[in-house]
């Protein structure tokens, strides 16, 4: 059951409940990136301008009890493209082209839906849309809150303007046009857990939470019955 996710105790006296176990994990931090810049002058009335980023972000992110940890990673793909055109002294065109594209991915090295399966929760499986794995609370214990184990977001700005500069006599005359798409795809989420379930252990009926826990009894529970992971 969910105790083959509770590591022994390794540190401290026989009868602490307390910080009683120490382990040192990874936290892995890599971070790729370059950068493309273009400057280009276009005669005398007119310069251009391009910029291209690309940024890869790669880590590793414990987990609680015995858990494996959490493999992440950031893309992001960035361009900048201007163009700044003197028509005549007193009339400026100033247009600009860009966006910005983020991919974020979770992994995680465990089969949370066979896991959850083998608890025999009533009602939760034996299908689900994503690996996860319950959301289990224990009133002044460690609890499990991996929830989602693997997940995509993503994230796609694109915006245009132009902007026209006129100065006119003692008027300065500035119109423009600015436009902007934008597009979030994230995982579907209501509450903790989701499809696995949630459950919050107090100490309710035995007095102590840790024995509800071990009784099956707990204080609350939820579900959410995502029907897409995203």
Known sequence: G???????????????????????RRADYTTDQYDIRIDNNIGTRQNAFGRFTHKNIVQTIPQQLLVPSKSQSDGYNLLVLADTFAIRPNLLNEARFG???????QTLPFDGTAFTNG???VGIGPSFPFNGLPDVNISNFTGLNTDRGNSTQRSNTTQATDNLSW????????????????????????????????????????????????????????????????
């Not at 969910?2 to 040192?24: D, E, M, R, V």
């Not at 966006?99 to 991915?105: E, I, K, Q, V, Y």
């Not at 423009?176 to 597009?183: E, F, M, W």
């Not at 995982?187 to 949630?198: A, E």
């Open 167 to 230: 100065v006119l006599k003692n008027h300065d005359i500035k119109v423009g046009v600015d436009y902007r798409h934008i597009r979030v795809t994230r995982p579907l989420s209501f509450v903790s857990g989701n499809d696995y379930g949630q459950f919050n252990f107090q100490n309710s009926f035995t007095g102590y939470a840790f024995a509800d826990f071990l009784l099956g009894l707990p204080q609350t529970t939820a579900i959410a019955n995502v029907t897409d992971g995203n």
């Open 119 to 121: 608890l025999n929760l």
């Open 2 to 24: 969910l105790l083959k996710l509770y590591p022994l105790p390794n540190t401290g006296a026989p009868t602490q409940l307390s910080n009683n176990f120490i382990q040192l």
């Open 99 to 105: 966006f910005t594209l983020n991919s974020t991915a």
